[in-house]
């Protein structure tokens, strides 16, 4: 028997042996804008996650080329705001959802374009997979976008993006855009026609100001619920990958499993996840190394880096390479195996679900 089986949902009473009574009975609920539970407990209360996403991956290679055709035939400016292509999970109707909770979208800026400024309660981050050249401009600091970095945009930051160069570029942008339409807690404003500082600097100032390890300002000690630090460069995410590498090639405890290296960004001023709603990581694996085989509540995006590999996403093995997308629904198992060195970067929504209390988690079969 299955587990749904034991859980059955009990099918509506209007068949032609129910009484009259009983008719009466259901056409009162409907006519008053009521719904018995025992009519569908097995959808309201399933014995594990049913997640109406479904797994997922999507081609870099398809959506780059689209995203240049976007490029050529759809302006970028006040109304539109932003030329970002969101990825819609087939299972969620055509929205686009990544998950119930996360937005995904891949973001073409063309040559000295400019894309205006506005805020937002929805809390945003890019991360860039490939070129550079274009700024993202988070209340009037200039940050820098080049590749591998993640940049940070907290809910209510004004912000706007501009490209420097001749060059076009493309990133990815993650939003909590579902959690927020789903809940209602969304409000938007707009800003400046033009970013407000066209200045193109190294550094930002929250870099200068917050980015030295494991030093804080005397002038900023208390918490704040998003990382004062809007942007994660690569040189140091590379960095603390490697060094887990080499710890574990010595001998030392230092990597997440055997060949797999692990980072999460966080909030300097709490230890916490960078945004009150995603959580991002970064995933190393050796040539050949494998993951462990994990079920997670919640959804989860990744996007691979560098290098080639494959996830086995309940159950089905699809080759990725560089650019390539997978959401991984809640509860779904998935796997990662390396060819060559397998670089991936990762969000979730981790934060609204360990903060509410339902996170569990599956690994190798083992319930933690
Ligand atoms: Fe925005």
């Known amino acids: 028997m299955t587990e749904e ?22 056409r009162g609920f409907e006519e008053n804008h009521l719904n018995p539970l025992w009519t569908q ?39 539109g705001e932003r030329r970002a292509i969101g990825l819609a999970n087939p299972g969620l109707g055509g929205r686009a959802y990544v998950s119930p ?36 401009v988070v209340n009037g600091d200039p940050v820098r ?23 076009p570029m493309a990133w990815i942008d993650g939003l909590d855009i579902p959690f927020s339409q789903q809940n209602d807690v969304g409000f938007f404003e707009f800003g400046a026609d033009r970013v407000t500082d066209e200045a193109t600097p190294n550094f930002s ?11 804080r300002p005397l002038s900023q000690l208390q918490q704040t619920v998003s990382s004062p630090l809007c942007a994660f460069r690569w040189e140091h995410t590379d960095a603390a ?72 996403l309940d159950g089905t093995t699809h080759a990725l390479e560089k650019g390539d997308m997978f959401v991984v629904p809640s509860w779904i198992p998935y796997m990662l195996q390396a060819e060559t060195g397998f670089d991936l970067f990762r969000f979730s929504d981790a934060p609204i679900i360990e903060r509410l209390g339902f996170m569990r988690q599956m690994v190798d079969g083992d319930l933690r």
């Open 101 to 136: 909770t996360l937005w995904a979208a891949i973001q073409y800026l063309g040559p000295r374009e400019m894309a205006p400024e506005h805020r937002h309660a929805q809390n945003a981050f890019r991360f860039v997979v490939e070129g550079e050249g274009v700024w993202t």
């Open 205 to 215: 100032r929250g870099e200068r100001l917050w980015a030295h390890p494991g030093l």
């Open 241 to 312: 990958l490697s060094e887990q590498l080499l710890l574990e090639d010595e001998g030392h405890p230092a990597t997440w499993g055997q060949g797999h290296a692990g980072i999460r960004y966080v909030n300097p001023t709490t230890g916490g996840d960078v945004l009150p709603t995603i959580r991002c990581e970064f995933h190393r694996l050796r040539p050949a190394a494998q993951s462990a085989e994990r079920r997670e509540v919640g959804s989860s995006v990744f996007q691979v880096f560098d290098g080639r590999g494959y996830v086995v």
């Open 5 to 26: 089986l034991d859980h059955e949902t009990v099918a509506h009473g209007m068949a032609p042996e129910d009484s009259p009574e009983l008719r009466a009975l259901y």
């Open 145 to 167: 976008m080049s590749r591998g970095d993640l940049l940070l945009t907290p809910g209510w930051c004004f912000h706007g993006h501009h490209n420097d160069r001749d060059a």
């Open 41 to 79: 407990t097995g959808d309201l209360m399933p014995m594990h996650p049913r997640p109406q996403a479904v797994p997922h991956v999507w081609k870099w290679s398809v959506l780059l080329p689209l995203a240049e055709a976007a490029g050529a035939l759809v302006p970028v400016g006040r109304g």
